[in-house]
């Protein structure tokens, strides 16, 4: 057993934990009712999107953020400056441009998918 401090709500308890290696679903015993929780880990959901490719020009996150707009399609031309897509991060949205002329040769994100900086969010030619 490990004891933690836990702040909820701004209310401060002290907690103490056992660990579960067998990854399963363990019941919980607080103050108040039983509770379940698993040990399950927490994946990123699947997007459909398209391979990353080595080839033409890298359109990149400039910070971790999520994608809530894509203003393009596969095979799309574009100008230099053209929006790209547009990257929510700290309550703000961020226009994602074009670095230069070309066509959208793929897009690598979804509508909703979390980036960190350096993603590849589209590829063009």
Do not use: C, R, W
């Not at 209310?11 to 067998?22: C, L, M, Q």
């Not at 226009?95 to 002329?101: D, F, H, K, L, Y």
Request: charged share 15%.
């Amino acid at each position: 057993m490990k004891k933690f401090q836990v702040t909820v709500n701004g209310n401060t308890y002290e907690v103490d934990v056992e660990e579960i290696t067998n990854g399963g679903v363990q019941p919980v015993s607080t103050n108040q009712q039983p509770v379940q929780y698993s040990t399950a880990s927490v994946q990123k959901p699947v997007s459909p999107v398209a391979p990353v490719s080595s080839e033409g020009t890298p359109v990149e996150a400039p910070m971790q953020g999520k994608i809530v707009g894509l203003k393009v399609t596969q095979n799309q031309k574009v100008q230099e400056g053209d929006v790209i897509a547009v990257l929510e991060a700290m309550k703000m949205e961020n226009e994602i441009v074009a670095s230069t002329a070309g066509t959208v040769v793929s897009i690598h994100v979804a509508i909703g998918q979390s980036v960190d900086a350096g993603d590849l969010i589209a590829t063009l030619n």
